[in-house]
């Protein structure tokens, strides 16, 4: 009696153990199946990066600008070990058996750039993401544009890498058989620029003899930019991969900053090529008569204070064609005090030359106006009056420009006013800006810059290039640390304006002997790839 | 007796059955593992039939003159093997000859069980105490081997005669309270509360004397106390490590929690239908650790699914039932004897399934008829054997 009730106490024990066990598998194999199934695969795979490839960049002719190497990425685990590994050391590692079980090692491309310095700031160069980057969700093992076009259009250029799953065992020896279909890389799209590369070189054997400067080619009536160059630069190749991080922090530490891109971060004072500003205002004032002329003798009184004109023995008599054709400082300062120092600043709060151009690189910077506001914090109340305007009208003010919006400035007077915003990327869709001034004024100024080249005693003769009508300034602008920055903007031919060109060489001297040679080159050069093409 | 040789060919058959998945599950494992598992485990299989048959055929004869000569046999074994071998001591080398003590003593063992228990007349705390000791002995002995799991099986094994003979409550009551109270202690909250609410049970059931009384307090308070002791002075660092990672898995990177995540992925994703016949391959890649004995059941499941799972437990389940019949039908010795190949046969189902499934702590049994396994196999079959033969007697 006792026993049987309690063999069927222990049958019940079995019963339960059988239900438990029942729902147990219940709950892993048909609630939890999927999950699991998922798990286990996931478990048994070996992720497999296939590498995407970045677009290339092409340069206005079809050139490569930017395009591949192969090198080798060594993975510890999962995470990054070695950047652009060779292919020596990859064998060393794969053939040493402690590592080779340790390292991952895939092929990936590499940027190569084969005109290594040339517009380099302008290009730019990848590397890996950083923090910021990761956290907006870029992968952490894609390489990204860092500056420049590279950076710019990134999203452009940026593929996306791939997967596969191939069968590993739980040593880590891994089948070619695959756990699940492969995510496919997604490669990124080529971008074509409007730089001309091989005008680069051109330019850059033009600047051998100086240590910085910049110079920026654009066509004034399409707002396609041909050239940003900027020196010194950077070999773009020792700035990817490999020698990335020495070089990198070796460009950082340059006293002459390489990694500046002057052409849109560099803020120089215009210099005397303001001066097409100051005469764009009188006329548009109606504040002088082209045809009468000022006695220049080399100095000009103001009140208590005297200005000087950068020939010391003056011009003589000149008039509004002959003050612009010797770059008259007199004749500059008579009409600044005319215009007054509120319409001169009321002006320039118009001109839209100040801002970013819109340019399409991040790095570009603002210039600088001064306006009532500036000066009353920086001299006091009754600190500042009309002896101001007499500098800000011949350039040498507190006005600060980027040699892109000097080129586009030129640009704007080349198209009578009016004309697109630079830009590089090919058949990009820029905005129009217009200057405030009447057309027939821009158009006497142009015949009057015209003699800057063309003229008997024309401040940019030395740009001259026979057969071709040219319309330039020269600008030297004071530079407190050292030497003056000479400078040369213009644009040709004079009838249908196809190019405009502006060149600085830092701390050497007068714009007309240094500056106007080099653009006269560089206008030469053009004139011989583009325009002869087209007669 | 009708009834029994029913019993006798359904036993067979489900035996069989299980056999012959096991046999199928060892050859779909041995494909990644060698050819010479699954060799071995078929003369295994024939060994262990045969001796079946031959056992089931034969009147075993009742030595209850020197029965006590068979406890001794299996006590110098279990010394022989701790004495003879080196590191882990759980199996014993004859020339070229090895077999697995602890398994191996289980007939002898249940023999001299089986006729101890028909044999004792007086059901007091003091011949409980004095049989206890005679499953204490084997227990100690395996566990040093060291084999927790194998060593379980004895204490077990008193738990089922203990619960089936005709103690009075106390003493039954006595062995459960020390077994809750060995649990319960893990956690000082649990046993706080299991050992107020089981004193206020003993003080309240007027049946009970004084000494029923004190001796259940001892039993509800004295294990507890015990084993924190016990495990803060007496335990090794690994043990402790194994106990907390038991209670923990989580903390277990790839030791014992692993198996068992790597055992529930591939019961898991075995999914209803499974993934068929050899194509299971979470084993095959040998992230299944032990897929061949511990974790035998776990290939099975990812291969066949829920259904073949399913299949399986119900199987044992009506194999172990059919056992649990028959011993009702029995009396004295030959009730006992089977009792104890159903002890044997459910302590195996339980342990094992239970530790795959991550309800137990993983022992290192293999499921019976079903893993590789040798003397497990052989011994279990003489076993079940035995039990069968008494179905040809009726009284």
Known sequence: MEKDFSIKVLNSFLIFSFFLFFLKLFDYQVLKGEFFEKKAIEIKSKKIRLPSKRGKILDRNGIIVSYWRTGFRLLKGDSLYKEDVQMEEVIRYLEDPDSSKLFNVYALLYRYYPFENIFAQTIGYTGLPDKKDVERGIDPLLRIGKVGLEKFYDDILRGSDGYKFLLMDVKGRVYNRETRPPLEPIDGRDITVNLDMELGRFIDSLFKPFNKGACVVMNPKSGEVLALYSKPAYNLNYLTGKTEKEELSKVVNDSLHPLLNRCIQGLYPPGSIFKVITALIALEENLIDTNKTINCDGVY???NRVFKDWKKEGHGFVNFFKAIEVSCDVYFYEISRRIGLKRFLSYLEKLKIFEKTGIDLFEEKNGFRPDFNFYIKKYGKYGFGEGNVLNLGIGQGEILMTPLQIAFLFSLIACDGKAPSP???????VEEVELPFKKENIRILKKALLKVVHGEEGTGRLSYVPGLKIVGKTGTAQNPFGKDHAQFACFFPFDDPKFTVYVIVENIGMGGEIAAPIAGKVVNWLNEKYLKSLQ | ???ILKVYNRVLIIYLLISFLGILNIFSISRSFGGHLFLRHLVYFILGFSLLIFFSKINLPKWREFYYLFFLISIFLLVLVLVKEEGIKRWLRIGNFSFQVSDAVKPFLIYFYSLNCSLIKKRDYFESFKMFFLYLI???????????GSAFFYIFLFGVYIFVLNFSVGVKLFYI???????SSLNFISFFIFSTLSLLLVFFIKSFKAFDRILLSIAILLPGLTVPFVYNNLLKEYQRKRLKYFLNPAEDPKGA???????????GSGGILGKGFLKGSHKSLAFLPQAYSDFAFASFAEEFGFLG???????YFFLLSSILN???????????FVLGTFSSIFYAFFVNIGGVLGLLPLTGIPLTFFSYGGTNFIINSILLGISLSFTRKSY
């Open chain 2, 177 to 183: 309270f020390s077994s809750l109270s060995i649990i």
């Open chain 2, 257 to 267: 929690g692993w198996q068992v995540l790597q055992g529930k992925l591939a019961i």
């Open chain 2, 309 to 315: 799972s399913l299949f399986l437990i119900l199987l």
């Open chain 2, 138 to 148: 084997p227990f100690s002995l395996v566990l040093v081997e060291p084999d927790l």
């Open chain 2, 326 to 336: 028959l011993s009702k039908e029995k009396e004295g010795f030959e009730a006992f």
């Open chain 2, 1 to 3: 007796m009708k009834n």
């Open chain 1, 423 to 429: 830009f590089l990327l090919k058949d990009l869709k």
């Open chain 1, 301 to 303: 009184r103001f009140g």
